[in-house]
């Protein structure tokens, strides 16, 4: 089975601070790994996503994420936040050969960018 | 542009009706997903079809229903039977098989509210 969590419903950071948003994941073999972001009332957009190759992962709007196997994480980062990157993010996982199976999403986490 | 296009935005359904959710895409993908978001929950999978004329049942199918009669639409019906239906609905569409550049298409969603 495969499983994500968000272990924090809530992220606080300063405007111009280095953010992390954490996410683990639970999968048989090899993961195909995805963040989302989602603003209010709205449906999700692809941040950026990992198949193989460097372990870091660059994305849109500045976002970038690392892929840690030993640690099963696919944590989100961002140098430095800005107030627009306040939103629900989902990390998501499938197995690499699932075919097209359901990507699995985590409860998903707040960010609050404080100017 | 191609997309996935979710009616009504808004709807209100009284104890002991059936209402439908009308999804749908121009995307030319095989594949559609509904989930459902709840606060706290992140986005559980209700039914997915990966082609025309077959469906299955995810991880919450009870008190839904779902038909695949074309390509393009992929309607959610929540019936009676589903004793707390008030949530946010969304609709998915991956890439076709292949290089997957940006994961999913969603839609807007449609928020969906017992009186």
């Known amino acids: 089975a495969q499983s994500v969590a968000q272990p924090e419903d809530q992220v606080n950071v300063a405007e111009g601070n280095p953010l992390t948003v954490k996410c683990t994941y639970s999968v048989s073999g090899n993961p195909y790994l995805f963040w989302y972001v989602q603003y209010p009332n709205r449906g999700l957009q692809f941040l950026l996503k990992?198949?193989?190759?460097?372990?870091l992962v660059k994305g849109s709007y500045g976002f970038e994420a690392e892929f840690n196997k030993s640690q099963t994480s696919f944590h989100l980062k961002k140098p430095s936040a800005l107030v627009s990157d306040s939103a629900l993010y989902f990390c998501a996982v499938r197995a690499l050969n699932s075919g097209n199976t359901p990507l699995v999403f985590g409860k998903g986490t707040r960010l609050s960018v404080i100017a | 542009d191609g997309g996935i296009t979710q009616s009504p935005k808004y709807l209100f359904r009284k104890e002991g009706q059936n209402v439908t959710l009308s999804c749908e895409q121009n995307?030319?993908?095989?594949?559609m997903y509904w989930y459902r978001q709840d606060p706290g929950q992140g986005l559980r999978l209700i039914y997915y079809?990966?082609?025309?004329?077959?469906?299955q049942k995810g991880d919450i199918a009870e008190g839904y229903s779902v038909s695949r009669e074309k390509k393009e639409s992929f309607p959610l019906t929540v019936t009676s039977a589903q004793k707390n239906p008030t949530a946010f609905y969304l609709c998915?569409?991956?890439?076709?098989?292949?290089?997957?550049?940006?994961?999913?298409?969603f839609g807007s969603g449609t928020r969906l509210t017992v009186v």
């Open positions: 995307l030319n993908h095989d594949a």
């Open positions: 990992y198949i193989t190759g460097d372990n």
């Open positions: 079809s990966q082609i025309v004329n077959d469906f």
């Open positions: 998915a569409s991956p890439p076709l098989t292949g290089p997957v550049d940006y994961g999913y298409t």
